[in-house]
């Protein structure tokens, strides 16, 4: 490594340890001053890498929002060190956890193409093609979004939002946050592609963020533009530590495409060596940095996902020979130690993470969120790198084995969305399977709606992925019964199985296909997701169905709770909304019964009795039954009063015997 003295340096980090109980430190003797190789322990750095494995795998099993879409940038940090642990453990469990991920986001972006927020994700995406370049569906996505974004700052005119972010295409990154959620991911297009166009223009934005928000006097960033010269009740001004975090954070992505000899390179340079200097003079002296790094009073005490993406970024740049590491490397030994032993349970939980906000706020042992914890297992895999760690597997070897993992036939529940197949979302437990239809069908000739499809399955192991797949490279008929799960159920434009529909002067007024879908964060033992429907209401107006469904491991019915409203602070209270369910044949025998609202089906279909229930939750307003006509025939509907927050929830499923 460059630029790196050497000395020797008595170490005694190993004996020192007892890490997997959360209760170690790292040893260092900060008054001998030495090279990066003086700190050289590999059996500190493993149980550092042990720790961090730890902690991925609690996060892992319980998810601490599962009302959180895949796609949102809260979780995008928790990808990027799933994969980092995967690279220092050599063990392939986390990567196959961002390939489930991938594939039930279809390695998609967010849906705002000039909101950053909604680029971070595709940072883990990239990493994950570029190590098996043979899936170009995990790349066309990005790319796609990025060529548009592009395309639409030539034509902006110069125009300039500061104010509302993710607004225009240009001054794209008017909050700091914002450099770390897009420019590496755009850095990482031109190291896959080789086009420069990416990485120019991740620089240009770059560039007009660092003029409008960078403070020279102080070597820090604004969080935005409302802070500049903005005072805290202390009379301090207001670096916010995450944002000061996130900022650090975005140069490794970005120094890894502008290389040595590249112009631009000095001012990467001189900026990160800057903030490095005077973040590790603002830490606290327990190496941890504030919610505040200029007013350590303000909230006093250490915040987790400040600090761990700080110090990620010092440690790096210690590896990369850009810091010196005998200034450095203690501060961060030390740093970790408090972070670990203060912020991070026996079991692996990482807390005292500051939630969603643009300021400093409070935080605790009760707060959790998945960036910080990305953030932690991002530092410590950096910091057990510079203690002598290696990366132990080419990312192409642990790709090829979280595959293996990933298409296992384990049965999980799963949602996913699927822009290969018209903008399909579906989900699937080891019983049942469905879907429901997307705005790339909004005009098509299909008679396609808001209606619930059923998939028979025949087989407890996944089985959309593969039928999907399938689809896509053999031309394969999945309308056709096969041995694992087949599509035999005729929704049209009715309601299918558990659809839904606003009940007004006799007649059942259905949405089109959804508008928005999200696959919400959960582990395999449940599928989640959120679906938006939009309605043309006479007299009215428009209504928006925000529908979220669940289904459990082991379970033959989604429960589902939807909210009507007229805008997000207006719920439509009082509605009358109908769920039903469709039958597929003449023969069918109906049972309904008034005191819970229940509705059953039972007919034979494809020499197999085919049942569906529908059921509404205790409590509901129940104002009914009622039948409607589609091209399919008759729907049997109940129907159900909204409550005050424009709520109603029911219960939906099926069985084929």
């Known amino acids: 490594m460059a630029n790196i003295k050497k000395a020797h340096v008595m170490f005694f980090a190993s004996a020192m340890f007892a890490l997997c109980a959360c209760s170690t ?17 590999k059996a500190a750095a493993a149980k550092i890498i042990c720790q961090a494995q730890k902690a991925a795998k609690w996060h892992i099993e319980n998810p601490t929002n599962t009302s959180l879409d895949i796609r949102n940038w809260e979780i995008a940090p928790f990808y990027d060190g799933l994969i980092a642990v995967s ?55 990005t790319l796609k979004l990025f060529d548009k974004v592009i395309a639409d700052s030539k034509t902006w005119g110069g125009k300039k939002p500061f104010a509302r972010f993710g607004g225009s295409p240009e001054y794209l990154y008017n909050w700091c946050d914002a450099l770390y959620m897009s420019p590496g991911v755009l850095a990482q297009a031109t190291l896959i592609t080789g086009d420069k166009k990416y990485l120019d223009f991740a620089d240009q934005q ?17 969080r935005d533009g409302s802070y500049i010269g903005k005072l805290n009740k202390n009379e301090k001004r207001i670096f916010w530590g995450r944002g000061e975090g996130w900022v650090m954070a975005s140069f490794p992505s970005m120094f890894a495409a502008i290389k040595e000899g590249d112009s631009r390179r000095g001012f990467y340079l001189d900026l990160y060596k800057a903030m490095a200097e005077k973040l590790l003079s603002a830490s606290l002296p327990d190496g941890r940095w504030g919610v505040n790094v200029a007013d350590p009073s303000e909230l006093a005490g250490g915040e987790t996902s400040a600090t761990c993406f700080i110090a990620y970024s010092l440690a790096w740049g210690v590896n990369a020979g850009i810091l010196d590491a005998s200034v450095y490397l203690p501060h961060l030994i030390k740093t970790w130690n408090t972070v670990t032993e203060k ?8 807390s005292y993470i500051q939630p969603v906000g643009q300021a400093p706020g409070k935080f605790g042992p009760d707060t959790s969120n998945p960036y910080g914890v990305g953030a932690y297992l991002l530092f410590s895999c950096e910091l057990a790198k510079a203690l002598g760690a290696e990366i132990a597997k080419a990312d192409a070897d642990l790709v090829k084995a979280a595959e293996t993992i990933r298409d296992s036939n384990t049965p999980q529940a799963i949602a996913m969305l699927q822009p290969r197949r018209m903008d399909d979302a579906a989900w699937e437990n080891n019983l049942t399977a469905f879907r429901v239809y997307g705005p790339a069908l909004r005009n098509s000739k299909g008679l396609e709606n808001s209606g619930i499809d059923v998939w028979f399955k025949l087989v407890e192991k996944p089985t959309l992925k593969s039928v999907y797949q399938r689809s896509f490279d053999e031309n394969f008929n999945y309308h056709k019964k ?136 205790k409590g509901s307003a129940i104002e009914g039954f009622a039948s409607s006509k589609c091209s399919r025939g008759a729907e049997e509907l109940v129907l159900l009063r909204t409550d005050e927050n424009g709520k109603i929830s029911y219960k939906f499923g099926y069985d084929l015997k």
């Not at 260092?28 to 322990?41: I, W």
């Not at 039930?104 to 990493?127: E, F, K, N, S, V």
């Not at 912020?343 to 990482?350: I, L």
Request: hydrophobic share 30%; with cysteine; glycine share 8%.
């Open 25 to 41: 430190n790292v040893s260092q003797d900060c008054a001998v001053k030495g090279g990066k190789e003086a700190y050289s322990d």
């Open 87 to 141: 690279r220092m453990s050599g063990n392939p469990e986390y990567w196959a956890e961002v390939l489930r991920f991938g594939d039930m986001a279809g390695w998609q972006p967010g849906i705002r193409p000039y909101h950053a927020d909604d680029h971070a994700i595709c940072r883990a995406w990239l990493t994950t093609y570029a190590a098996d370049a043979s899936k170009a569906y995990r790349l066309k996505p």
């Open 206 to 222: 770059y560039r007009l963020c660092h003029k409008e928000l960078f403070s020279p006097e102080d070597s820090l960033f604004y």
């Open 343 to 350: 912020c991070v349970s026996d079991s692996g939980k990482v």
């Open 482 to 617: 096969n041995s694992e799960t087949y599509d035999n159920f005729k929704v049209a434009d009715g309601v299918g199985c558990g659809g839904t529909g606003i009940w007004m002067d006799g007649k059942l007024i259905k949405a089109g296909v959804y508008e928005r879908a999200e696959v919400l964060w959960n582990n395999p033992k449940r599928a989640g997701l959120r679906l938006t429907y939009t309605y043309s209401i006479p007299n009215k107006g428009r209504i928006t169905e925000l529908k979220t469904i669940t289904l459990d491991m082991d379970s033959r019915e989604c429960s589902v709770e939807s909210r009507f409203g007229y805008s997000r602070k207006k719920p439509a209270a009082g509605l009358t909304v109908a769920t039903g369910l469709q039958p597929q044949t003449k023969n069918v025998k109906i049972s309904k019964d008034p005191k819970n609202g229940s509705i059953s089906t039972s007919e034979n279909v494809d020499s197999k009795t085919f049942s569906m229930h529908i059921t509404p939750d």
